[in-house]
């Protein structure tokens, strides 16, 4: 059975104003002072954000564990501080962003000016094991039309600098600003992914493969397909959905190659469209159909989308699980509709927040 680990960006933030604060070096030295934490939290881009990976795993209620645990102890830490944790992809409340003081991101904001002073983004990003470079572009190349699908399941990020962006996940508009961003047109094999990819860096407009910002990759540190798509989800159990759909489209990606089933063509920049649908429309109104490319309800393209991985999700135990997280989040709606109703209940962008972080650990 293929192992799954997530990587999730929280945002730091002041319990009662709910706007964010730079202290993530101060609490990353709290995980360190407890001798442990060294191996699963990280600095990001700005030291408003802090971010956890879990350890590969093969069962989703174990990745689910993991998920809950690494995000009470990020709230212990930051809480020692006189701050919260809270998963959000945007910060609904205006902020100036500082840039964490290490030389790659200090050369970011040399190359990229204001791109890199607004990326205070906060992202969801599974790994999913594969056997191969080989089998891993292959996957690449099958699984392109459905990334919109979790997107728009994990959609979190309605407001931004203190307005109602219009979108669902505008942290995905905000990231696009990146060039090397977005999707990706079919790559054939190995040797020419590796070959785009040497070219992006030859450019030196790409620092190095941790740059390569495709919305799935292969990693450059583990020998995993990395789905990048996804807004940090508002609730665990809709993470946990989204590790559970990415290892069954990557197994349902991987069946197909072998069986000699070739991708769907449909051209990066067709599938560009297909995302900003997503982003805008959330689970809400209409997504293009990953086979059509034509408006379709988006719960009908859900559930296309459990339907397409069916096999692979029964195969790793994942199908019931999925089942019942869609239908809890057709139910509850996600982070952004969530966000969105506490808005339109108290008119208050400080109380999205506060919500939130109680959110953040259910």
């Known amino acids: 059975m293929r192992t799954v680990g997530v990587e999730e960006e929280l945002l730091l933030v002041d319990p009662e104003t709910g706007a964010p604060q730079a202290r993530a070096a101060a609490v990353l030295a709290r995980a360190a002072q407890e001798g442990a934490g060294q191996d699963v ?32 102890d990020a ?28 030389s790659r991101y200090l050369w970011m904001a ?39 699908v979790l997107r728009a399941l994990s959609a979190n990020s309605p407001f931004w600098q203190g307005r109602d962006s219009r979108y669902a996940s505008y942290r995905s508009q905000v990231w696009g600003m990146w060039p090397m961003a977005g999707p990706t047109d079919v790559f054939g094999s190995a040797e020419r992914y590796h070959q785009y990819v040497s070219n992006l860096i030859a450019t ?5 493969e941790g740059m390569i910002y495709f919305d799935a990759r292969l990693s450059h540190r583990y020998p995993t397909v990395e789905i990048r798509v996804a ?4 609730h665990p159990d809709t993470a946990v959905l989204v590790a559970a759909l990415a290892r069954g489209l990557v197994e349902t990606a991987a069946r197909e190659w072998r069986a000699g089933l070739e ?3 449909h051209s990066a920049g067709l599938l560009r469209l297909a995302a900003w649908r997503a982003a805008r429309s959330g689970m809400s109104g209409n997504l293009l159909d990953p086979v059509t490319m034509r408006p379709r309800p988006a719960v009908e393209v859900i559930h296309a989308l459990l339907d397409h991985v069916g096999e692979a999700l029964v195969g790793n135990g994942d199908a019931d699980l999925a089942r019942a997280a869609v239908a809890e989040l057709v139910r509850r709606g996600n982070g952004a509709r969530v966000q969105c109703e506490v808005m339109e209940r108290t008119g208050s962008l400080r109380e999205v927040v506060t919500a939130c972080v109680r959110h953040t650990q259910a």
Do not use: Y
Not at 43 to 72: N, W, Y
Not at 136 to 141: E, N, S, Y
Not at 231 to 234: G, T
């Open 231 to 234: 807004d940090v989800c508002l």
């Open 263 to 265: 991708p769907l063509a």
């Open 75 to 102: 709230a212990r830490h930051a809480e020692g501080l006189g701050s919260a944790v809270v998963a959000l992809a945007t910060s609904p409340l205006p902020v100036s962003p500082t840039i964490t003081m290490n």
């Open 41 to 72: 939290f990280e600095k990001e881009l700005h030291d408003e954000q802090v971010e956890f990976a879990t350890h590969p795993q093969s069962s989703m209620a174990d990745l689910g564990a993991e998920i809950i645990r690494c995000r009470k």
């Open 110 to 148: 040399r190359e990229f000016g204001l791109h890199t002073q607004v990326q205070l983004v906060c992202g969801c990003h599974v790994h999913v094991s594969v056997e191969s470079d080989e089998e891993g572009v292959a996957v690449l190349d099958r699984i392109r039309p459905w990334l919109p």
């Open 204 to 208: 030196e407009v790409v620092r190095d």
